[in-house]
């Protein structure tokens, strides 16, 4: 090779190194992440969460991340000198970013029926039953009264899955099952007498029920459920350790009352807590 050219060719390479050495380090500078990833550490506890999911994770009207299960995340961080990190996800998502260390767990209202060996469980701490929501001045007191009536729930949700599942047999007896993009909607149709009844999560039903301070409509929750299901804290496969900490502290909030009180805040049920 002439050494002229080897020489520019030397100077090019050199000049490209230098540039992205300075872009990186300004990048840093400006608050990038040229990784696009969530700094961890061993003092910093990240939560995996939906964004859209109340009462247990969402975005409150300030625009900050609030709800049942990021408060008790919050204060487990605070009891063992933890940095607290609510982190959104995309939840078909949720394996791949715990598998990559990106999140410590998933916790949000997760499930774990059907999940049991997928993950590294917390105890269960919430019963999560699936219920019908009604009007209080209606006539209907029972699953039994909602014979030809028609009922809303929301599409992909757990009520969804029971109705067409095994609970199929209370489905049938409905006029018609539709389904809802969103609560909100089953709840203004509940309320205008467009629907009979609304089959969803017991938490999410008080919640609503409890913040729906703009109607004039009464909502009341059926005593009968159509099945239940566990809520607890997925952890990565073979994370004992940090389950075990979390799980430590997590039984002293309960002893000491404090998971009721963060119950209490939100509108949830005494009777849906799971006492370790």
């Known amino acids: 090779m002439n050494k002229k050219i080897g020489f520019i060719l030397a100077l090019v390479v050199i000049s490209l190194m230098m540039l992205t050495t300075v872009n990186a380090g300004l990048f840093d500078f ?16 990240i939560v995996g969460f939906d964004a859209e999911f109340p ?10 991340y609030t709800g049942f299960d990021l408060d008790l995340a919050k204060e487990v961080c605070e009891r063992n000198n933890w940095t607290f990190k609510a982190q959104p996800i995309d939840w078909d998502a949720k394996d791949a970013e715990l598998d990559s260390g990106s ?10 029926d059907g999940r049991e060996n997928d993950y590294t469980w917390s105890k269960p701490y919430f019963d999560n039953k699936q219920i019908f929501v009604v009007r ?8 039994a009264d909602l014979a030809n009536k028609t009922v ?14 095994d609970n199929k047999t209370i489905a049938d007896t409905f006029a018609t099952l539709t389904q809802v993009a969103d609560y909100n909607t089953a709840f203004m149709d509940l309320e205008s ?17 409890k913040n729906k301070n703009d109607s004039s409509v009464e909502f009341v929750i059926l005593n009968e459920s159509i099945t239940t299901e566990k809520y607890g804290i997925g952890f990565k496969q073979g994370n004992d350790d940090l389950k075990d900490q979390v799980q430590a ?22 009777d849906a807590l799971i006492q370790p």
Do not use: H, R
């Open 193 to 209: 007498g467009a629907c009979d009844a609304v089959a969803m999560d017991i938490g999410v039903a008080e919640y609503d029920i």
């Open 152 to 165: 809303e729930t929301q599409k992909d949700s757990s009520a969804l899955a029971a109705l067409e599942g």
């Open 55 to 64: 009462p247990y994770g969402y975005k409150d009207d300030s625009g900050n």
């Open 30 to 45: 400006l608050g990038g992440d040229t990784n696009n990833q969530t700094a961890n550490d061993n003092e910093t506890f």
């Open 103 to 112: 999140i410590d767990c998933i916790w949000n209202g997760f499930t774990m």
């Open 136 to 143: 209080g001045d209606s006539n209907i007191t029972s699953i």
């Open 249 to 270: 502290t997590l039984d002293e909030m309960f002893k000491d009352g404090t998971v009721a009180k963060i119950a209490e805040k939100y509108g949830i049920s005494q």
